[in-house]
């Protein structure tokens, strides 16, 4: 039997039993990548190294869909945020990597191309690009004459 503190009351009359869901936040098992390895949450091994035969492995496993990349800021010393790294399917066949980041309120994709192209330098220069973009959208001041 189901205890009374596990029944919510809807409209007087009508009673709904609670469900009660342990959710992790969206994004918390996707892996990232940090001093130049990946964490991958779904994988027993361990880090794998950027720009390894390893990384070019798992980039190309049909299990590895999205991953996170830091955009740090080294005048300060800490992470600024993240950009996600997707793969998506072409038209023509075939798998490629895209870059997204919420800029200025608007969402920022960015080309990578094939698993081969998916490098830590390349990466890292376009996260800096990124991370000197405006996050928020700031609205138009209309108070000037």
């Given at each position: 039997?189901?205890?009374?503190?596990?029944?919510?009351?809807?409209?007087?009359?009508?009673?709904?039993?609670?469900?009660?869901?342990?959710?992790?936040?969206?994004?918390s098992?996707i892996?990232r990548?940090l001093?130049?390895?990946?964490?991958?949450?779904g994988?027993?091994?361990?880090?794998?190294?950027?720009?390894?035969?390893?990384?070019?492995?798992?980039?190309?496993a049909p299990?590895?869909?999205?991953?996170?990349?830091?955009?740090?800021?080294?005048?300060?010393?800490?992470?600024?945020?993240?950009?996600?790294?997707?793969?998506?399917?072409?038209?023509?066949?075939?798998?490629?990597?895209?870059?997204?980041?919420?800029?200025?309120?608007r969402?920022?994709?960015?080309?990578?191309?094939p698993?081969r192209?998916?490098?830590?330098?390349?990466?890292h220069?376009?996260?800096?690009?990124?991370?000197?973009?405006?996050?928020?959208?700031?609205?138009?001041?209309?108070?000037?004459?």
């Open positions: 039997m189901v205890g009374r503190r596990n029944w919510v009351r809807l409209l007087g009359n009508i009673c709904t039993e609670r469900r009660y869901k342990k959710e992790a936040k969206m994004g098992n892996p990548v001093d130049g390895s990946v964490y991958d949450p994988q027993a091994g361990g880090a794998i190294r950027l720009d390894t035969a390893a990384w070019m492995t798992w980039l190309e299990t590895t869909r999205s991953f996170s990349y830091p955009l740090y800021d080294a005048a300060h010393g800490y992470i600024d945020g993240f950009m996600t790294v997707r793969k998506e399917t072409r038209q023509r066949g075939g798998m490629y990597w895209s870059v997204f980041r919420r800029c200025g309120g969402l920022c994709k960015i080309y990578l191309g698993s192209m998916v490098t830590q330098r390349r990466l220069t376009i996260a800096e690009a990124l991370r000197v973009l405006p996050i928020a959208h700031e609205p138009p001041d209309t108070t000037a004459p």
